[in-house]
Nanobody, 115 residues
Framework: QVQLVESGGGLVQPGGSLRLSCAAS????????MGWYRQSPGKEREWIAH???????EYAEHLKGRFTISRDTAKSTVYLQMDNLKPEDTAVYSC?????????WGRGTQVTVSS
């Protein structure tokens, strides 16, 4: 069993930045791919990025360049750096740990981009 806890969300003005954190209950990065997703009201959950156990990262094309995923193995924490935020980035952001048929989710953290 793996617990994931997100933090770092909040209210930010358009053009601002936030860094989200996802702390895992144990060090799983050598086995699990870690991903970030988001969901806005009335919309389907959207994949943002993931970082594989190898360290290779991939991004949704339309978010590449503004969002950066990284990890700190010593802290068992994955980050999502979000820059030049836009109102349409408003959503609940969740992290996921995936390995074969095992998938774990955090509860999410709210990000609101508004002036």
């Amino acid at each position: 069993q793996v617990q994931l806890v997100e933090s770092g969300g909040g209210l930010v003005q358009p053009g601002g930045s936030l860094r989200l954190s996802c702390a895992a209950s144990r060090n799983i990065f050598s086995l699990y791919a870690m991903g970030w997703y988001r969901q806005s009201p009335g919309k389907e959950r959207e994949w943002i990025a993931h970082i594989r156990n190898s360290g290779h990262s991939e991004y949704a094309e339309h978010l590449k360049g503004r969002f950066t995923i990284s990890r700190d193995t010593a802290k068992s924490t994955v980050y999502l750096q979000m820059d030049n935020l836009k109102p349409e980035d408003t959503a609940v952001y969740s992290c996921n740990a995936q390995r074969f048929d095992r998938s774990y989710w955090g509860r999410g953290t709210q990000v609101t981009v508004s002036s």
